[in-house]
């Protein structure tokens, strides 16, 4: 009979080994983990649509790369308050760089909020505030496609403000941007 200190001892030896086989074969069959992508675009080519880079970009979240394509673009000024780098995001879709750069207002990390169902939050606020011509961000959350009333105490959804794209992100906030 193997005593329990011998046998922790053994698994210790042959855990890793077995862990290593595993990695080794998932690398393997993933070429992109051998060879990480050293450019967004490049990335976005190979990889088609993703919401957030993958375990095969080793690089900062946001590259020079895509800071030079959003001045191009227009996006963001070289006096831009906050560094880019520090408050943009990208993704990939249909093989495209696609860029976001965070504000007061715009949730880059988050999809926008098509549902045309008010919130708890909202008719608690419009049962406080039923004459209330706009129901604030606060309440109605910064993702919300339409602006938001209150019809007496309960929130009705108003006019479209936000456009949202083939992944459900807003439109008015992520650009396309190219390599130059």
């Known amino acids: 009979m193997i005593q329990a200190g011998r046998l922790i001892s053994i698994l210790f030896l042959i855990l890793p080994l077995a862990c290593t086989a595993t990695v080794s074969r998932n690398i393997e069959s993933d070429p992109a983990q051998v060879a990480p992508t050293t450019s967004p675009f490049a990335y976005c080519a190979e ?19 895509i800071v030079a394509a959003l001045k191009r673009a227009e996006v963001i000024t070289a006096d831009a308050p906050v560094p880019p780098e520090n408050a943009c995001r990208w993704r990939c879709m249909d093989q495209q760089v696609y860029a976001c750069c965070t504000g007061a207002n715009l949730p880059c990390d988050q999809k926008g909020d098509s549902s045309r169902t008010p919130s708890k939050a909202m008719n608690t606020y419009c049962a406080q505030n039923p004459k209330a011509d706009v129901i604030p961000a606060y309440v109605t959350g910064r993702a919300t496609v339409f602006t938001w009333t209150c019809s007496g105490k309960t929130a009705v959804p108003g006019r479209q403000v936000l456009h949202l794209d083939a992944r459900g992100y807003p439109t008015e906030f992520w650009h396309r941007v190219t390599a130059e």
């Open 47 to 65: 990889k088609g649509t993703v919401d957030e880079p993958g375990s095969a970009w080793q690089k900062p979240e946001v590259t020079a790369e």
